[in-house]
């Protein structure tokens, strides 16, 4: 192969520029070159014409020992070493770099033209031979473009090491349970922290279950649909990208699983990526508002009432059964076309008087649509408005209730007058205790109501207003919550669970947390459970709510001279009264904005794992949280 002579082009590996090699080749980069060589002549001939041809710093040094040095304390990008020289030659040199792991770019420029020294040079990770005899331009060009092809080489190692560190950080650190899946039959070849998490194993455990054992991981009922997706997107089929089966964690307890999965290149072999997020907590939410609602559809056709929420474009949102038997009506129609004969909005409606901005709206009405079918229906009508957390009138809440028997009643009294003073008596007596129980059950349909949110998730108003409605049941759901935790505590087996992960895992339930956290434990190991994390919840939580000033947090830890760990949260809100510290942990102690569970839960938590909490913040100052934790219980990572 020819040699670059002073006209040849050369890109330049560093910036990406072509240029003339004799002139700027490395563009507008500054190459830092330690020339390593026992003839001060020819190290100051190389600076002249090296500077002469590039962006080039020269440094020399006269031997190896004087050249590790000024490697000890220079920053450089390339060595260029003679081969012989007193002490050392420039071989040992370059194996004595390698075995201090220093990766250093490294030229051997050398008289000596002997293969051998070659072939050792190169099999030591030298990144180029030059043979200093020649032609100065010839030499020389060789040589300037082994330096930039060689520190190119390194540029472009540290930017993948650094990408590769980014995606493998983004990978562990994320909330999902990531798998790299080869096969058939399946075998995991890579899994995050996330899904050891997920299965209560380690990532290297899970890494080293058997395909046999993976598949005992899959609920029975799902294995057939779980390996039949996996095959047939590694024969390149077509298959479902996602869905959803149920997984048995190393506890026996059965989890349910969003899966995601997609085919990928792992390591030059194909392989399927799958994306796993724990659904059990989605599911037993969705199994009890399915629950709810059947409560719900059972209240209000047990008193024969009918229950309808309306937009204010006076469409239907939600209907319950027992009207729409009645009327035919169904979600998404007017409301004034399927309850009445009307084409436009009616002339009394209820929900209109609502938007205008009137109180609730209570009236009797005769049901036209079930005129047209030959009946006679009357009933009673209450409206009431459901607004948005910012007070704002979104949707009209209607519940209609039959009272056929007391407009039957009102009728015969005016056919027989002898009767009408007992039969308004009674209809007083029956109309009372009707009002009576619809308020009741109003009551009740109001505490259930906050479940049309869960209904109609889509519409962001109406989930917006039933808000006010759900409020007492959210209180009421949020004691059940506690309750179920409770109940865990001391159930799962304690284990070293890092506190800067669990305090991360925290701060990622918040989707607008808007305080300042400073989190200084990554790498501290505690024994403990998962509820380590709900209770850094708890205390980010009670500062978001009661700190109101608020605008930082930290957490750290504090080594006792005694051997034991001081677990630290604290924040710079309006802190604890004195009045109020010796009732903090107390059961049901609340201030009034809240459920009085939270700290009681956290105490209750940390007795099973054998610690203690105290509070020794300052009021006006800020809340603080000391959690001590005896030796033996805690380890530095």
Known sequence: MKPPSAHDNIRCDVCGTFEVAQKASVGDCSMRVLHVDDDASILEISKQILLDIGSFEIDFAYSVNEAFKKLAVGNYDVVVSDYEMPQKNGLEFLK?????????????????????????????GADAYINKQGYPETVYGELSHALIKAIGRKTAKKLLAESESKYRNLVQNTLVGIAIIEGPPPKIVFANSSLGRIFELSPEAIV????????????????????????????GKETESAFEVRGIRQDGSTIWLEVCQTLINYGGKQAVQVMLLDATER???????????????????????????????YKILCINNYLKQRTGASEGSPCYSSFNTCTDICPDCGPKKIFEGASVDRREYCNQTELRKGQTVWSELIATPIKDKDGNVIAALELTVNINEKKEAEEKQRE??????????????????????????????????????????????????????????????EIFRFAKMYEQIGIEKLTFVDVGEAVDGAVALFSDLKLKLDNDCHGIRVLADSFLRQMFYNFIDNTRKHGEKTTAAKVYCEQEASGGLRLIYEDDGVGIPAENKKKLFSKGFSTGVSTGYGLFFIKKMLDVYGWTITEEGEAGKGAKFVISISTGAYLFQ
């Open 96 to 124: 004595e770099l390698r075995e201090q792991n220093n990766e250093i770019p490294f030229i051997l420029f050398t008289g000596k033209g002997r293969e051998e020294v070659a072939i050792q040079a190169l099999n030591l």
């Open 208 to 235: 080293a279950l058997s395909p046999e054992e993976i598949i005992r991981r899959v609920h029975p009922d799902d294995r057939d649909h779980f390996l039949n997706s996996f095959e047939r997107l590694m024969d």
């Open 283 to 313: 599911k037993k939410t969705e199994e009890a508002l399915r629950q709810e609602r059947d409560k719900l559809e059972s209240l209000t056709s047990n008193i024969g009432a009918g229950l309808v929420i309306i937009s204010k474009d």
């Open 416 to 477: 027989n007058s002898e009767r009408i003073e007992m039969m308004n008596e009674k209809l007083h007596v029956v109309g009372s205790l009707t009002r009576h129980d619809v308020s009741n059950k109003l009551s009740a349909v109001n505490s259930y109501a906050y479940l049309l949110k869960k209904m109609h998730k889509d519409q962001p108003d109406v989930v917006e207003g039933v808000k006010k409605i759900e409020q007492a049941v959210a209180e009421s759901a």
